[in-house]
Nanobody
Framework: VQLQASGGGLVQAGGSLRLSCVAS??????AGWYRQAPGKGRELVAA???????TYTPSVKGRFTISTDNAKNTVYLQMDSLKPEDTATYYC?????WGQGTQVTVSS
């Protein structure tokens, strides 16, 4: 399974972005998104189980929403009310597979 992440970009604080992660095969596995800001370690942002139960890191709870579309083999991360501290490279995973990063930059 290969993953292709997209949807990053430059947005002003308070804006929204939706990241997508498309798998070439089945997505019937746990999935999620990590992020890594310059000079910082990788942080788990959101994850979703095979049963569809989501979890979020406290700093994004209420602002980000993770979802899946199994028919499209895609995992999404809807990011609302973005803050400058959300600036990072975002990486998706589905099962044991990883996608390339997509850059999110939030200006103040």
């Amino acid at each position: 399974v290969q993953l292709q992440a997209s949807g990053g970009g430059l947005v002003q604080a308070g804006g929204s972005l939706r990241l997508s992660c498309v798998a070439s095969g089945s997505t019937s596995s746990a999935a999620g998104w990590y992020r890594q800001a310059p000079g910082k370690g990788r942080e788990l942002v959101a994850a979703i189980t095979r049963a569809g139960s989501p979890t979020y890191t406290p700093s994004v709870k209420g602002r980000f929403t993770i979802s899946t579309d199994n028919a499209k083999n895609t995992v999404y991360l809807q990011m609302d009310s973005l803050k400058p501290e959300d600036t990072a490279t975002y990486y998706c995973f589905i099962g044991a597979q990883w996608g390339q990063g997509t850059q999110v930059t939030v200006s103040s």
